[in-house]
Every structure is written in C-alpha cells, then in structure tokens.
C-alpha cells in the first residue's frame, strides 16, 4: 500500500498501481520480483534476482544494491526480502547466501547485519521488519526453514526466537513464516504457509486472523498467503500464492485493532 493506500502489486511482469477509483497504471514493465516495500515516500523497492531497485515517484529506477551475483558485500545472491528504515537504510534478507545485509544512503557495500556463517545462524530468512517506533530499532526475521520469527535487538547479533516451534504449542516444523509486520503497540502479524495470524507481546499468546479453508465449503478461503498489508482504516490485502490473487478484508469496528 502507498500513503494514499493505493494498492501497488508486482505480477505478469510488471509493477502495477491500482487506484481506489479503480484506475491502474503500469509503473514498470519486465519484472519478476520476489520482494517489494514502499517507503514513507512512496518509493517503491524491488528487486530481479540479486538486484534491488528503486522506483521513485517520477519514475526514475536507480540500482540500490547488487550489481552482480555473489557473497561479497557489494554482492547479493537472491533477495527475499526488504525494508527501509526512516534514515533510508536499506535491509535485505539475503536469502541463498543466509544473511541479513544493510546499505546505508548511496553505499556500495553493504554490512552484515546476522547470518552469513553457512546457515549456522539462519536458514532460508524471508520477510523482515524493523520496528522504528520508539527508536526501537529491533530487527525481525522470518527465519523460515527453522520455523521461527526472530528478534534482534538494536545493533545486536544476538537473538530471540519470539515465535515458532519452541515456543508455543500450535507450531512445528510445518511451520513456514513468509512475512512480518509490526504495529505501533508491539503486536507481531505474521503470514505463514497456512495462515496468518498476530502475536501479542504482553499475554504472549496467538489470535488467528486467518486459517486455510477448504475451497469447496469457504468463499473466502486462503491456501498459502505470502504477504499482507493494511490500509490507513486496517483493512487487510492478502497475497494468496496458490490462488494468484489478492483478497481484501474489511476492518470490524466491533473488534479490537
């Protein structure tokens, strides 16, 4: 979503705006990206295999990071996940090479940030957030093949499994985190293989939002979401990998946020 929640979507080659008035535009052509994130300005990252783009608002698309394939840090093997902080450093789950890098505004090397040791640390890292709220600044991983969601404190390597197989009694090694989202009071939202649903840090318990259904009893079913955002009124857009669509469900003013 962009600030004026405005859906944008990456499919069939290409970036798409779709306008709340029901207008599309095509932001650009012959892209297969894995990962995107829209900054507070719109900005649109991406990537196409090692490489990380950024579409800015006029259209220009600049080189962010990976120039070529590889292990060195001015190198990225395969992007599986972005996030841009307030200050524009650039985080990306590098995902073959087991690694979190970030690039500071106009570096050409990156730092590793956690990983990076032959998937001793990580396995597999999809989705990543950092939440800035407060200074904060703590760095969450879908630590996907170990069936957790990481957190890492500010400027930290150390981590705490926060969500996952050993921590609570709905989880095992079927679990697959694909992204992660964090709100201004701390609640984790997380998509997984099957659903998605939110951690609440205080009770440290799970509420479901959404499970996988049976297609042939359930209108609204969801097979295998891999990402999700809200809109400014909380409604929820959810990326459905096996259905190739995109479903909308409306914020219940009855519930608790």
């Not at 600030?3 to 080659?13: G, M, Q």
């Not at 798409?16 to 507070?40: E, H, P, S, W």
């Not at 120039?67 to 190198?75: A, E, K």
């Not at 969450?140 to 926060?162: G, W």
Request: charged share 20%; net charge negative; glycine share 6%.
């Amino acid at each position: 979503m962009d600030s004026h929640d405005n859906l944008i979507v990456a499919s069939d080659l290409s970036i798409r705006k779709y306008f709340l008035n029901g207008t599309i535009q095509t932001l650009a052509y012959g892209i297969v990206a894995d990962a995107m994130f829209i900054n507070r300005f719109d900005n649109i990252y991406y990537n196409t295999d090692y490489t990380l783009y950024k579409l800015d608002q006029n259209g220009n698309i600049i080189i962010v990071a990976g120039l070529t394939p590889g292990f060195d840090l001015d190198q990225l093997s395969d992007v599986s996940g972005i996030y841009v902080d307030k200050q524009g450093t650039t985080y990306i789950s590098d995902k073959d090479n087991q690694r979190i890098v970030k690039y500071l505004i106009n570096a050409i090397n990156g730092t590793i940030v956690v990983g990076g040791d032959d998937g001793k640390q990580l396995d597999n890292p999809l989705g990543i957030f950092v939440d800035e709220n407060d200074n904060r600044n703590h760095l969450y991983v879908c630590d996907t093949n170990n069936h957790v969601i990481l957190r890492f404190m500010s400027n930290s390597t150390e981590s705490i499994s926060i969500i996952g197989k050993n921590n609570h009694s709905m989880f095992d090694d079927s679990f697959f985190p694909h992204n992660v989202f964090v709100d201004s009071n701390g609640v984790v939202y997380v998509a997984h293989k099957r659903g998605l649903f939110k951690w609440l840090p205080i009770q440290k318990s799970i509420q479901i939002i959404l499970e996988w259904k049976r297609p042939e009893f359930f209108d609204d079913w969801i097979e295998h979401p891999i990402s999700f955002a809200f809109d400014s009124n909380w409604n929820l857009y959810v990326t459905d990998r096996e259905n190739g669509s995109i479903k909308k469900f409306l914020f219940d003013n009855n519930s608790c946020k």
